[in-house]
């Protein structure tokens, strides 16, 4: 048996998904003819954000959904790995603003000449 071909322009493919573009549909090599035998393909799909404070670690998600699946016997689908990206740590909870935070700090004496 043959080795795997290794990648080629038809089979290796980065798409990247913004708020402009936010899906993609990705076919394999010939389709919807059948796929060439002994061939390994890549997809790589990555998230982009307008900016670095929209991305969070609760809203970044990749949902695949399949039109059309079909392997033979001997072949094999694999998701090899998810990589996240270096996201920034999540914003620290907001608190009320408090008397501390005044520019001015009022004193009994304040109290007194104001009266």
Do not use: W
């Not at 080795?3 to 322009?9: H, N, P, Q, R, Y």
């Amino acid at each position: 048996m043959g080795g795997l071909v290794d990648l080629d322009v038809n089979c290796n493919r980065s798409v990247i998904l913004s708020g402009s573009q936010p899906s993609e549909v990705l076919h394999s090599p010939l389709f919807p003819a059948a796929y060439p035998p002994s061939r390994r393909c890549h997809f790589s799909v990555q998230l982009l954000h307008a900016t670095q404070q929209q991305l969070t670690h609760s809203n970044v998600s990749i949902e695949l959904r399949f039109l059309e699946f079909d392997l033979e016997s001997h072949e094999r689908f694999l998701v090899r790995r998810l990589v996240p990206l270096a996201m920034p740590p999540p914003p620290p909870p907001a608190r009320p603003p408090s008397l501390l935070d005044s520019p001015k700090r009022h004193t009994p004496e304040d109290t007194i000449k104001d009266a």
